[in-house]
């Protein structure tokens, strides 16, 4: 049997291999799009597309049925999917010169897409950016200028379920004042006090997140700004110890049911199903993780090495961009109607949190008496960070969609001892540089 890992990194290449195709033909074609000319009476139709649940679907078709009220001479066709489909379709797409005229683009891809001629520059067209946070605008701007704009934005986050902490009679961290060292300390006096199979937090280690805030704390970074690694094997080797050392503490669970629980949904994940005191997520995957763990939980800052809020490297995210074809044949009109989704109050109301806290600082407040508990929650967190913030970091690299495999593949081979912390950094770092070359 093919083992996740080996599936996963063949529809990398597959995806790389397909993007490569798109941009001969980018190169070779001097016209076409994604859609069909104005026809005579001067109607437009717009091909969008997105990936995402049902829930996500309901609402953003919603959205465009606004738009198009506002819009009579416009037609958004929608065309979405789950997220395992989704970036393959889209390379095939724009490999035949058939891409949608408006794409849901994510920042392990827009630098891929972009530098490769793919998605059109998105200043030159009427999009009001004046109301956006200056760093999730920024994370749309690359060298062919801004290519994204973000639909959303959200931070790294601890997530706490304080009905273990409860029952295991410890008390919540003060997330504004601990270090990794009372994390560590902490989950472990979870893990003691908690029945067998519940640990004071899930592991980190299998995803970029966790391992660009813990370089942004040491001085480094996943990318520079010229496309480069931004960290050394060292500085990982140290990322994989102390998480080897939180597992042989049982602050964390052993190497085993960490690969476990990566294969797990949300909803059936260690928090939601109240066997982790605490684990790595997105601000913006609260409201469904509340909903699984029937239950209210705690957004939490990362720790940090000084124990000061503003030395933890958080930063705010771009959950998604909304990006167009350089091909498109309206770009105009592609361009209104993410102007629309951007800046619209009627859009902010229908699409609430769904991608994230609203970037328009306007529509945002505009949209609060509407949101759900959870989501304020989420807002409330992100309003609450703002003045800790690091700059944000540089955008992923072309190829940089290889990298979260990596880190997942080596993690295990540390976890496993099948390889030391040291072996395993020289080997990742090898790798990643090759994929991002």
């Given at each position: 049997?093919?083992?996740?890992?080996?599936?996963?990194?063949?529809?990398?290449?597959?995806?790389?291999?397909?993007?490569?195709?798109?941009?001969?033909?980018?190169?070779?074609?001097?016209?076409?799009?994604?859609?069909?000319?104005?026809?005579?009476?001067?109607?437009?139709?717009?091909?969008?597309?997105?990936?995402?649940?049902?829930?996500?679907?309901?609402?953003?078709?919603?959205?465009?049925?606004?738009?198009?009220?506002?819009?009579?001479?416009?037609?958004?066709?929608?065309?979405?999917?789950?997220?395992?489909?989704?970036?393959?379709k889209l390379a095939t797409q724009v490999a035949a010169n058939d891409a949608p005229d408006i794409i849901q683009m994510d920042e392990k891809?827009?630098?891929?897409?972009?530098?490769?001629?793919?998605?059109?520059?998105?200043?030159?067209y009427k999009i009001d950016t004046s109301k956006m946070d200056e760093a999730a605008l920024n994370a749309g701007k690359g060298e062919k200028?801004?290519?994204?704009?973000?639909?959303?934005?959200?931070?790294?986050?601890?997530?706490?379920?304080?009905?273990?902490?409860?029952?295991?009679?410890?008390?919540?961290?003060?997330?504004?004042?601990?270090?990794?060292?009372?994390?560590?300390?902490?989950?472990?006096?979870?893990?003691?006090?908690?029945?067998?199979?519940t640990y004071g937090a899930a592991a980190y280690g299998t995803d970029e997140a966790s391992l660009g805030v813990w370089l942004r704390q040491?001085?480094?970074?996943?990318?520079?700004?010229?496309?480069?690694?931004?960290?050394?094997?060292?500085?990982?080797?140290?990322?994989?110890?102390?998480?080897?050392?939180?597992?042989?503490?049982?602050?964390?669970?052993?190497?085993?049911?960490?690969?476990?629980?990566?294969?797990?949904?949300?909803?059936?994940?260690?928090?939601?199903?109240?066997?982790?005191?605490?684990?790595?997520?997105?601000?913006?995957?609260?409201?469904?993780?509340?909903?699984?763990?029937?239950?209210?939980?705690?957004?939490?800052?990362?720790?940090?090495?000084?124990?000061?809020?503003?030395?933890?490297?958080?930063?705010?995210?771009?959950?998604?961009?909304?990006?167009?074809?350089?091909?498109?044949?309206?770009?105009?009109?592609?361009?209104?109607?993410?102007?629309?989704?951007?800046?619209?109050?009627?859009?902010?109301?229908?699409?609430?949190?769904?991608?994230?806290?609203?970037?328009?600082?306007?529509?945002?407040?505009?949209?609060?008496?509407?949101?759900?508990?959870?989501?304020?929650?989420?807002?409330?967190?992100?309003?609450?960070?703002?003045?800790?913030?690091?700059?944000?970091?540089?955008?992923?690299?072309?190829?940089?969609?290889?990298?979260?495999?990596?880190?997942?593949?080596?993690?295990?081979?540390?976890?496993?001892?099948?390889?030391?912390?040291?072996?395993?950094?020289?080997?990742?770092?090898?790798?990643?540089?090759?994929?991002?070359?």
């Amino acid at each position: 049997m093919v083992s996740k890992a080996k599936r996963t990194k063949r529809k990398l290449r597959a995806s790389a291999l397909i993007a490569a195709t798109a941009a001969a033909v980018l190169a070779l074609t001097a016209c076409g799009g994604g859609s069909e000319p104005k026809s005579a009476d001067g109607k437009v139709e717009l091909r969008f597309s997105w990936w995402g649940g049902d829930q996500r679907a309901k609402l953003t078709q919603e959205a465009i049925k606004a738009f198009e009220a506002e819009n009579p001479n416009i037609t958004v066709k929608a065309e979405f999917g789950d997220w395992s489909g989704y970036w393959d379709k889209l390379a095939t797409q724009v490999a035949a010169n058939d891409a949608p005229d408006i794409i849901q683009m994510d920042e392990k891809y827009i630098t891929e897409y972009s530098t490769r001629g793919a998605l059109l520059d998105l200043s030159k067209y009427k999009i009001d950016t004046s109301k956006m946070d200056e760093a999730a605008l920024n994370a749309g701007k690359g060298e062919k200028g801004l290519t994204g704009i973000a639909a959303g934005i959200n931070a790294a986050t601890i997530l706490a379920n304080p009905a273990v902490f409860q029952a295991a009679g410890v008390p919540m961290p003060d997330d504004k004042t601990w270090t990794w060292d009372d994390f560590e300390r902490i989950a472990a006096e979870v893990t003691a006090k908690s029945p067998k199979g519940t640990y004071g937090a899930a592991a980190y280690g299998t995803d970029e997140a966790s391992l660009g805030v813990w370089l942004r704390q040491n001085g480094k970074s996943l990318y520079t700004q010229d496309g480069k690694l931004g960290f050394e094997p060292s500085d990982i080797k140290d990322y994989w110890e102390f998480l080897k050392d939180m597992s042989d503490k049982k602050a964390v669970p052993s190497a085993s049911e960490i690969v476990e629980a990566e294969a797990a949904p949300l909803d059936q994940s260690g928090l939601a199903t109240g066997k982790n005191g605490m684990a790595f997520w997105w601000s913006n995957q609260l409201p469904a993780l509340e909903k699984a763990a029937g239950g209210e939980l705690q957004i939490l800052r990362f720790p940090s090495k000084t124990g000061k809020a503003d030395d933890a490297g958080l930063w705010y995210k771009a959950s998604q961009f909304w990006s167009a074809s350089s091909r498109s044949k309206h770009p105009e009109e592609a361009a209104k109607f993410i102007d629309f989704l951007t800046n619209n109050v009627k859009a902010g109301e229908i699409l609430l949190a769904d991608r994230g806290v609203y970037p328009n600082s306007d529509v945002r407040e505009a949209i609060a008496p509407k949101l759900a508990k959870a989501d304020v929650k989420v807002v409330d967190f992100i309003d609450s960070i703002k003045d800790e913030l690091g700059d944000a970091p540089a955008a992923p690299p072309k190829g940089a969609g290889a990298i979260q495999e990596i880190i997942k593949r080596y993690t295990s081979e540390v976890m496993f001892n099948r390889l030391s912390a040291e072996e395993a950094g020289k080997k990742a770092v090898d790798e990643m540089k090759s994929a991002i070359s």
